[in-house]
């Protein structure tokens, strides 16, 4: 059966601490209307993948990036705030919120769970 989770949350492997999901992303991924989806890199986030979870029917995407200066593939979080920029771009030309996507990073690996509670008000409000 097909994952039709209302909110998509791709996040990095590279951003979680240890390489191993916290207590506090994996309660999230419990929600049924939450699906999440590692990626190898935050900044090989493409624009059509986004558009393409829409496609399937999210109604909001998120992405959890590295911290801003600490990705281990030095620039990849920074070409992520591009691609998702670009995303937005190609919502709003097809009719839907740009808002609607939304791309986080912890300031450091301490404030993990902080940004994951944001995610979490993020998925709960409601869309016009």
Known sequence: M???ADIRIYYCRNSVPNGRIPGSLARLEQRMDVALEAVPCSGRIDPRYILKAFEGGASKVCLLACPEGECKLLEGNL???KRIEA?????????VDPC???MFQPRDANSFDSV????TRFADEVTE
């Open 100 to 102: 609607s996507v939304r």
């Open 87 to 95: 995303a937005r771009e190609l919502l709003a030309e097809a009719g």
């Open 2 to 4: 097909e994952n039709r």
């Open 116 to 119: 994951v509670e944001d995610i």
């Open 79 to 81: 070409r992520a705030i």
